[in-house]
């Protein structure tokens, strides 16, 4: 009994030691490969997952690029370069984008009661002679505005004529849009706007610059 009990402790050391071995050699395996090797699954996988792997894998579109060329302050100028373009068999369209060139300063009081109350806080002040109106749109819809400037100073010397009457108001910095105008030319067309040609161009107009940017849609 003794004699089978030591030759089954020997034969578990053997083992041990044929495991550590074999483990040794697939590692240097995965170090000497030029890519990392990976190991073969137990079993094999259903079929119905061998079908979606084998289904190609759908991918985002890819993002249409179009050169913009501008930037033109009035709409006449941008259609003129559209015409040289088209000149050139090169199709393009116009497109305007709003930009924030300036701020205004409103006067602001501020109405609780919605638009009965504001319409009843302005005949109050148009008695008083206080110059006034109510904000129809946006987020200060229903409030009374006392003015509208130019710049900050004249809005906070108001404010301050105001508040010593007793009237409760605040100044709201309003962003002044303007439009600029600029030339699309498609992803289809874009690899005939070279540099030669923007050299040209640049000639009739000068400043001219170009940027490749996602596509705008361009209105009906």
Not at 14 to 25: S, T
Not at 30 to 53: C, G, N
Not at 149 to 177: C, I, M, N, P
Request: with cysteine; proline share 5%.
């Amino acid at each position: 009994m003794r004699s089978l009990f030591l030759f089954l402790v020997l034969l578990n050391v053997l083992y041990g030691l044929w495991q550590l071995q074999d483990g040794r050699a697939d590692q240097s395996l995965y170090e000497s490969a030029d890519q990392a090797l990976e190991r073969l699954p137990a079993v094999e996988p259903p079929a119905d997952r061998l079908e979606a792997a084998a289904d190609p894998v759908e991918r985002p579109p890819a993002t249409m690029l179009c050169v913009n060329l501008g930037v033109f302050s009035v709409r006449s100028e941008a259609e003129q370069l559209r015409q040289r373009l088209l000149a050139l068999s090169i199709e393009s369209s116009v497109i305007s984008r709003d930009i924030a060139d300036s701020q205004d300063y409103w006067l602001v009081m501020p109405v609780q009661g919605g638009q009965p109350d504001a319409m009843q806080r302005l005949s109050q002040l148009q008695d008083a002679g206080i110059d006034s109106f109510i904000i129809t749109r946006g987020p200060l819809a229903n409030n009374l505005s006392l003015g509208v400037f130019s710049r900050e100073d004249y809005a906070l010397a108001r404010q301050a004529q105001l508040e010593a009457l007793g009237y409760v108001t605040w100044v709201e910095r309003q962003d002044k849009l303007s439009s600029e105008y600029l030339v699309q030319v498609g992803s289809a067309a874009r690899r005939l706007v070279d540099q030669s040609l923007l050299a040209k161009l640049r000639e009739s107009f000068p400043g001219l610059q170009h940027q490749f940017l996602p596509c705008k849609p361009v209105a009906g």
